[in-house]
């Protein structure tokens, strides 16, 4: 079995081992396992039942992960897009009044186009065309907006009408104590050198939820899985009927183009900013296998869609196994097989709380932010592009819209000051689409 696995996932060449790598597996997991109840939350609003909603999530994140790692030997889980699910639920069919089994079919449609495209190189070229200032500056912000996110889920940041954000204080907070107490957890861990810190410190945290009562004990470990089959393979190609209106036919379309273009730069912010932080990239800057992993990830949202689910994507919070070590596929096997094992131990799952998994994304921000280190700030037509893409993606909340400013300005102040050879053809082309998709859709 050792033998198996060095040669499946080279351990060896990557510097790490079978223990760093379950560590790794099982702290993506369980910083991601959160997926496994939103998701279906959030998609049940739609019409959808809650049970098998569950089921397909935990399928269609271990399937593709599966793919993930045995493809591209990467330490990247993937699953159902939060924002993404938003968007099928609230803007299509509940605005649109489209129904789920049609919206269903607009994100199958775009998984085809995923994987047409992924054949003729156009998203690995887009993921290489990426200039090396880009990818740090795309891999801090992304440190930052999941930072920010952690502050969310700890109970540190709450809503407010006057400044958008502020603090909810610690008095009489417990969410937020528990944090700061994961994070300082982690942190002594981390100074002591003690491997899986941020996974003990997951695990501590939620055993201070439990004491405190701000989790509660699971009433049963194991329980049986519901049916997928109300949404299994219930695609509705109705609305590419050519009986139906151009506005119809138009409508659909305009669905596909929006999952397809925020799952297109979610995905390669992602594998940017994660293969930037594991030391994947080569000594150009390019990504190895761009290739595979992002095949991986179309086939995922393509069988997402025929499971019940919306489009499945490569996550953030990947980048916390890589946090304590993980570097191979080896990682990626781990959390899918821990998917696959959550549909029948949902009930220990749910104890997990999201204060307990808020310092694990915190200390992996920090972690990622440490690559604006690596900017040229001598060099404004570097450093600025950069550092617009690491302010977008907190301040909009996407990472899509912290690429798309990014590669304008980086187009546009190369252009202003002289140094137009510097802008690569995709990149300007990109930049144009950004700039067209911003101003008339």
Request: proline letters at 4%.
């Amino acid at each position: 079995m050792n033998d198996w696995i060095e040669r499946q996932f080279k351990l060896k060449e990557r510097r790490t081992d079978i223990r760093t790598e379950v560590t790794a597996g099982v702290t993506t997991f369980m910083t991601m396992a959160y997926i496994i109840f939103i998701n279906p939350d959030i998609l049940s609003k739609a019409g959808m039942p809650f049970g098998a909603l569950m089921v397909s999530t935990c399928l269609a994140a271990a399937i593709s992960t599966f793919m993930m790692a045995f493809f591209a030997n990467y330490p990247v889980a993937l699953a159902p897009g939060m924002g993404l699910n938003a968007f099928f639920t609230f803007t299509v069919v509940i605005g649109m009044k489209v129904p789920w089994q049609s919206a269903l079919t607009a994100v199958f449609v775009e998984g085809i186009i995923f994987i047409i495209l992924t054949f003729t190189k156009i998203r690995e070229n887009v993921v290489n065309g990426i200039p090396l200032s880009l990818k740090h500056g795309i891999s801090a912000g992304i440190g930052l907006f999941i930072a920010f996110i952690g502050f969310q889920n700890g109970g540190f940041t709450i809503v407010s009408d006057a400044t958008l954000v502020t603090g909810a204080g610690l008095r009489g907070n417990i969410q937020p104590i528990l944090t700061l107490f994961g994070l300082v957890f982690i942190c002594t861990l981390e100074a002591l050198r003690v491997k899986g810190a941020i996974l003990w410190g997951i695990i501590a945290t939620t055993a201070a939820a439990v004491l405190t009562g701000a989790a509660k004990i699971p009433t049963a470990i194991v329980s049986m899985p519901p049916s997928i089959a109300p949404i299994f393979a219930k695609l509705d190609f109705s609305l590419l009927s050519f009986d139906l209106s151009g506005r119809a036919i138009a409508t659909f379309w305009t669905i596909v183009f929006t999952f397809f273009f925020v799952d297109f730069f979610d995905t390669v912010g992602t594998l940017v900013g994660v293969a930037n932080r594991a030391g994947l990239l080569d000594e150009n800057g390019k990504l190895p296998k761009a290739r595979e992993a992002l095949f991986a990830d179309a086939i995922g949202t393509t069988v997402g869609a025929v499971l019940g689910v919306s489009t499945v994507t490569s996550y953030v919070e990947s980048t916390s196994g890589i946090g304590v070590g993980g570097r191979t596929g080896l990682t990626s096997l781990v959390t899918g097989v821990l998917f696959m094992l959550a549909i029948f131990f949902n009930p220990l799952i749910s104890v997990v709380p999201a204060c307990a998994t808020a310092p694990a994304l915190i200390f992996v921000g920090i972690y990622m932010i440490m690559n604006i280190k690596n900017l040229d700030f001598s060099d404004w037509t570097e450093a600025l592009p950069a550092v617009m893409a690491i302010f977008a993606m907190p301040f909009t909340y996407s990472i899509a819209s912290g690429i798309e400013y990014g590669f304008i300005t980086y187009v546009a102040v190369k252009l202003t000051s002289g140094r137009a050879r510097d802008v690569s053809p995709i990149m300007f082309a990109l930049a144009v689409i950004f700039l067209a998709k911003e101003l008339f859709l």
